[in-house]
């Protein structure tokens, strides 16, 4: 069973940065790829970044592009959102998810696993 446990949030001033991480469990995520999500209260959830497991070309948010970086080890099945520049808009509750490349890369939707979440709490 396919397994995902997000870490690394908290709280930290505008301007700031923040590691989230993502332990992948349950299978082979070779053929997979993962992406990071976040909801803030009262949106709907948004997009941020996707990758495969196995590496290669990346895709973003317009939101977070140029301060979000999305990367993984896959020797560890772990992936990470590097987030930069943090303002306060980015609160919200960040999410890892993984399935295959189609649903996490191009359809962003119907995707199988996710992780429980993982609170970011920008203070202006």
């Known amino acids: 069973q396919v397994q995902l446990v997000e870490s690394g949030g908290g709280l930290v001033q505008a301007g700031g940065s923040l590691r989230l991480s993502c332990a992948a469990s349950?299978?082979?995520?070779?053929?997979?790829?993962v992406g990071w999500f976040r909801q803030a209260p009262g949106k709907e959830r948004e997009f941020l970044a996707a990758?495969?497991?196995?590496?290669?070309?990346?895709s973003y948010a317009d939101s977070v592009k140029g301060r979000f970086i999305i990367s993984t080890d896959s020797a560890k099945n772990t992936a990470y959102l590097q987030m930069n520049s943090l303002k306060s808009e980015d609160t919200a509750v960040y999410y890892c998810?993984?399935?295959?490349?189609?649903?996490?890369?191009?359809?962003?939707?119907?995707?199988?696993?996710w992780g429980p979440g993982t609170q970011v709490t920008v203070s202006s």
């Open positions: 998810a993984t399935d295959i490349v189609h649903s996490i890369v191009v359809a962003r939707k119907n995707i199988r696993y």
């Open positions: 349950g299978r082979a995520f070779s053929s997979y790829a």
């Open positions: 990758v495969r497991w196995s590496g290669g070309s990346t």
